[in-house]
């Protein structure tokens, strides 16, 4: 039972680490390219952000997952940008977010990126993230 155990948490943990390393490649296959390629590939950010003189452009994605097999029920409301939110009674409604954050120079060339969330790059459904002229 242990050996089982053991071998479940060693998959999940290469799982993670192989996630981390396919977003690390990802945010730094864009560096040195103009931020105009990134936003055809990714679409508009979500927020544009000036901080201490750096220009910082960030897209949030959100997937929501609720579980009501306890007798739960969920009602969904999708917003003008397409972005639903879930409402969970009885049930336990379960956010799967991913953030990106990518910092342009002057001259909007893209510089440092960075990432975070609990669902990267699942979240995506297949769509690519890296930059196709850079792989």
Same mark, same amino acid.
């Given at each position: 039972?242990?050996?089982?155990?053991?071998?479940?948490?060693?998959?999940? !943990?290469? !799982?993670?680490?192989?996630?981390?390393?396919?977003?690390?490649?990802?945010?730094?296959?864009?560096?040195?390219?103009?931020?105009?390629?990134?936003?055809?590939?990714?679409?508009?950010?979500?927020?544009?952000?000036?901080?201490?003189?750096?220009?910082?452009?960030?897209?949030?994605?959100?997937?929501?997952?609720?579980?009501?097999?306890?007798?739960?029920?969920?009602?969904?409301?999708?917003?003008?940008?397409?972005?639903?939110?879930?409402?969970?009674?009885?049930?336990?409604?379960?956010?799967?977010?991913?953030?990106?954050?990518?910092?342009?120079?002057?001259?909007?060339?893209?510089?440092?990126? !960075?990432?975070?969330?609990?669902?990267?790059?699942?979240?995506?459904?297949?769509?690519?993230?890296?930059?196709?002229?850079?792989?």
């Amino acid at each position: 039972m242990k050996k089982i155990l053991l071998i479940c948490l060693l998959l999940i !943990s290469t !799982s993670v680490y192989a996630w981390e390393t396919y977003m690390d490649k990802c945010i730094k296959s864009w560096i040195g390219y103009p931020l105009d390629s990134l936003i055809k590939h990714w679409g508009y950010p979500d927020e544009e952000k000036s901080i201490a003189g750096k220009k910082l452009y960030i897209w949030i994605d959100y997937d929501y997952d609720t579980n009501t097999n306890a007798g739960g029920m969920s009602i969904s409301k999708t917003d003008k940008k397409g972005r639903e939110t879930v409402f969970s009674m009885g049930g336990e409604a379960v956010v799967n977010y991913c953030k990106k954050t990518i910092e342009a120079d002057k001259n909007n060339i893209i510089i440092n990126g !960075s990432w975070k969330g609990n669902n990267c790059p699942l979240l995506y459904g297949g769509k690519k993230l890296m930059n196709p002229q850079n792989k």
